[in-house]
């Protein structure tokens, strides 16, 4: 096994000389696309995060692998094909993470049926070989015996059509692996502070900082490619100070409940809301998430916070749909993420229309950016990013290799009842830690699932450092039920302590900033006040 050892990496950048052929700035889902693909074709390949990997946009999806229905009735073609090819590559190189998952339209108008079956039908047409199956019409009675909980008045017939579902972060951390399989050097908590430049003003390499020791490194790379989402404002500035601002970051909330509201294995699909939003009721790890959102933000954060009129949105909405709907204390957990999208030209506020296509400009410096896109899309813009790099960077031209590349713990032999099948190849690795240590076989909270041997293995072999990390991303608790997350956060925050020689006040300190985090995810103070 490659090492994820922290040291050890960081002995990479001990070379003042060094010159990386691709260095990529940000840790998620397109930077560590990128690095992957970079790394894959023989490019020496870096990658720093300032933060952990996942931690902004990338971890806070609404967890959909797909093409899009909404572009579709935008008439954006080609963006969802696009997608839809991807997904196909998805669940293909990591099928442990990505699955088949049926969507369900009511239906509360009698077109509606027609309608929405022959839309799907094209939308199932577009995916070709990689399709994940046929739309079909369902009839009133068959929508209730599937949705129990759906809002029978007024309903005509329904749709079922198939799109992914996958864990995100879990995703991200498995192809930051595959890079260092692949001989990228991939670090978090190392935030570059500044571009450097040659004598023709060309950036010629960056600027470091570790977030733990304090070191900073200056290292050399022929191309820059600033991944870094919602902040590539902020690596454009450091380029070119003043420049005009490039993205106009969108926020979208989800709400996590049991999944009593929705006792169901089929995901919801309302196409068309009251403000024209698409909203999802999707089971993910046992529980209900329900979102999204689409807010204009002039200000962004590394932890956005959902705004009340965007809760109250979700629940108006799922009142309409759902026989019972959740209420402010049935919320198990609240996340808000923000998408970099570009922004708007000729002054459109509504960040719907902006097309999630995405888009890579290079700067007079021949500092590279990537903006835009989705999830589901992350390897195609990787290739492409790296392709441009290519160009700017007068590399020996060498052919993309991420199409037929597993993921690192991919396996189609899964099985979903168990909670460990989102490590795939590494399940039995793990359990193995027990013989080890037989309290780490033990369950962390008896509410949930997780057991001890999932920190010792986020820490050991997946670059966690925090228990934010461990909790948030590794461990998905504090998106699947904050309550739990913020209990057992003292139990955990042990076991890293124990893994990174760190001392008591390092636990009580990770322990207070955590719980202080976990409350921001929930709608009713918890504890609850005497």
Known sequence: MVTTERSKIIE???????????????????????????????????????????????????KLAHGGVRYLAQ??????????????????????????????????????????????????????????????????????????????????????????????????????????????????????????????GKVSGVVTKDIESGVSY????????????VFADEILQMDKPGSQALLRPSQGIHLVVDMKFMPAEDALMIPKTSDGRVLFAVPWHDKLVIGTTDTPLKQHSLEPKALKEEVDFIMRTADQYLTKAPQPEDVLSMFAGLRPLAAPQGGSEKTKEISRSHKIIVSDTNLITITGGKWTTY???????????????????????????????????????????????????????????KAWGEKLDPRAEYMAAEVIWAVRNEMARTLEDVLARRVRILFLDARVAYDVAPKVASLIAGELKRDAKWEADQVATFRAL????LLVPYPAKA
């Not at 790394?39 to 931690?55: H, P, V, W």
């Not at 200056?218 to 989402?229: D, L, P, V």
């Not at 976990?518 to 995810?521: G, I, K, L, R, V």
């Open 12 to 62: 990479g950048l001990s070379d003042p000389e060094k010159i990386w052929d691709v260095i990529v700035i940000g840790g998620g889902a397109t930077g560590l696309g990128t690095a992957l693909d970079a790394a894959s074709r023989g490019y020496k390949t870096l990658l720093l995060e300032q933060i952990d990997f996942a931690k902004g946009t990338s971890s806070r999806s609404t």
């Open 75 to 200: 008439g954006d073609i080609g963006l969802v094909v696009e997608a839809l090819h991807e997904r196909g590559l998805m669940l293909k190189n990591a099928a442990h993470l990505v699955k088949n998952e049926t969507f369900i339209i009511p239906n509360y108008e009698w077109w509606g049926g027609i309608f929405y079956t022959i839309g799907l039908t094209l939308y199932d047409l577009l995916a070709g070989k990689l399709g994940f199956g046929r739309a079909k019409y369902l009839s009133k009675k068959e929508v209730i015996e599937r949705l129990p909980t759906i809002q029978p008045k007024g309903l005509y017939s329904g749709v079922a059509y198939h799109d992914g579902q996958f864990d995100d972060s879990r995703l991200a951390l498995n192809i930051a692996q595959t890079a260092l399989e692949q001989g990228a050097t991939v670090l978090n908590y190392f935030k570059v502070t500044n571009l450097t430049k040659n004598d023709q």
């Open 218 to 229: 200056t290292i050399k790379g022929k191309t820059i490619i600033n991944a870094t989402g």
């Open 379 to 437: 390897r195609r813009m990787a290739e492409d990013t790296v392709n441009k790099a290519i160009q700017i960077g007068k590399l020996e031209n060498r052919p993309v290799k991420t199409k037929d590349l597993p993921i690192h713990g991919s396996t189609p032999d899964v099985d979903r009842k168990n909670h460990l099948y989102v490590y795939g190849t590494d399940s039995a690795a793990l359990l193995a830690l027990v013989n080890e240590n």
């Open 518 to 521: 976990a409350q921001s995810y």
